[in-house]
């Protein structure tokens, strides 16, 4: 496992360098949604009883952040290795295909679970949120990082410039995780909506990790953790393949 430690090494110094830009700045933008959100609705929005509206948005804040910012380390850094050309030291070396995307999801993982952490550090301050379940919150902050850091490889590799990978984060991250019940309950919806809303996978994730906070959630907290863990399993296996088969990888 010595190449599955040192690509690992690398990724985290990777983000953590530029913890400015890659920690503290996501962490800024969640409290400003915090602020402007809770000052405009906070006296007209409660969704679950007893839980004021900003105690509800922060664990949708920071699981949102968590996700982006998942996906956003290891697109990142695949497609910058690409493109400089240096994708080639990480290529040569012995490292297993299991070594190479493991070191990139963890990596990807860490760096969400820092920023979601921050996110609760800053906001907490002014906002007390219950904790009912502990297992249910690591249980989808795990994973809903690991998914995220698998899909970010996936879309790393594809890419082949900068532009195709912005695609990625303002026509799909974006709408789905703002789509995703971070800012509303989808009992709020008229059916329709409920319905397109329940084919999101970013809503699962966000409403079984609320779960663990509150003990109330729009669906159950096991039908959550199914779509979420085959979520991940389908997209761990499209990365895999991807990685194996060298594609867009080797020229």
């Given at each position: 496992m010595t190449?599955?430690?040192?690509?690992?090494?690398?990724?985290l110094l990777r983000f953590w360098k530029v913890a400015f830009q890659t920690i503290a700045a996501p962490v800024l933008t969640a409290l400003?949604?915090?602020?402007?959100?809770s000052h405009v609705l906070e006296?007209?929005?409660?969704?679950?009883p007893g839980v004021s509206y900003a105690a509800f948005l922060i664990p949708g804040l920071a699981m949102m952040s968590l996700l982006q910012n998942a996906f956003a380390n290891s697109s990142s850094s695949v497609i910058q290795s690409k493109i400089t050309g240096n994708i080639i030291f990480i290529l040569l070396p012995p490292i297993s295909h299991a070594e190479f995307y493991w070191a990139y999801v963890v990596a990807a993982t860490i760096?969400?679970?820092v920023v979601g952490a921050g996110v609760f550090a800053v906001t907490l301050v002014t906002v007390t949120v219950p904790v009912a379940n502990p297992a249910w919150i690591l249980a989808f902050a795990l994973l809903g990082g690991a998914i995220m850091g698998a899909f970010g490889l996936i879309a790393g590799i594809w890419a082949d410039k900068f532009d195709q990978m912005?695609?990625?984060?303002?026509?799909?991250?974006?709408?789905?995780t703002f789509l995703s019940g971070v800012f509303y309950s989808i009992h709020s919806l008229s059916p329709f909506w409920q319905a397109v809303s329940h084919l999101n996978p970013f809503f699962y994730m966000i409403d079984g990790f609320r779960h663990g906070f509150f003990g109330a959630s729009d669906v159950s907290p096991w039908t959550s953790l199914a779509v979420v863990a085959g979520c991940f399993a389908a997209l761990s296996f499209a990365a895999f393949h991807l990685i194996r088969r060298g594609y867009k990888l080797r020229y």
């Open positions: 190449g599955f430690r040192t690509l690992l090494y690398k990724e400003l949604y915090l602020l402007v959100f006296s007209r929005v409660q969704v679950f760096r969400g679970l912005a695609a990625f984060q303002n026509f799909i991250i974006m709408p789905l």
